[in-house]
């Protein structure tokens, strides 16, 4: 995988990997910044969910389970030092849909947090990931 990344003017960058889609990053204003996109270290945790959320959605298909929809709330606590890692991850899984059943729902965050997201397993050697879900009926 390849990535390229441009600078805009002061701290707003675009980058643009394979897909071939530009994406914008840009920082605070008392750095040099515009405030006009999303930090790089919000778009990681972006990507994390991204990565997660595909994995989970493509399981619960295969399943054929009622999914209706699925949203997908992450925060991250990072360290007060540089360099200011994340030190623990909380993921919330929301699920909408009538008749999901809670074991399928597990099976695939499972399965996804434990082998197919690979945001989640480089994560998860540095610092805590934790998740939880709730199903929503319709």
Not at 35 to 40: L, N
Not at 62 to 77: F, N
Not at 86 to 100: A, D, N, P, Q
Not at 110 to 123: F, G, N, P, R, T
Request: net charge neutral; charged share 30%.
């Amino acid at each position: 995988m390849k990535v390229t990344i441009k600078q805009v003017d002061g701290l707003t960058m675009v980058g643009k990997a394979g897909s071939n889609v530009w994406v914008t990053m840009d920082g605070p204003k008392k750095l040099g910044g515009s405030e006009a996109a999303v930090r790089p270290l919000e778009l990681f945790l972006i990507g994390l969910g991204g990565c997660t959320g595909m994995d989970v959605i493509s399981i619960l298909t295969k399943k054929r389970a009622p999914l209706d929809g699925l949203d997908i709330h992450i925060e991250g606590d990072r360290a007060g030092e540089h360099p200011k890692v994340f030190t623990e991850i909380r993921i919330k899984y929301v699920f909408y849909g009538t008749g999901l059943k809670p074991k399928h729902v597990e099976e695939a965050i499972s399965l996804s947090q434990d082998k197919y997201c690979s945001a989640s397993a480089m994560l998860k050697k540095t610092c805590e990931v934790k998740h939880e879900y709730e199903i929503v009926e319709d």
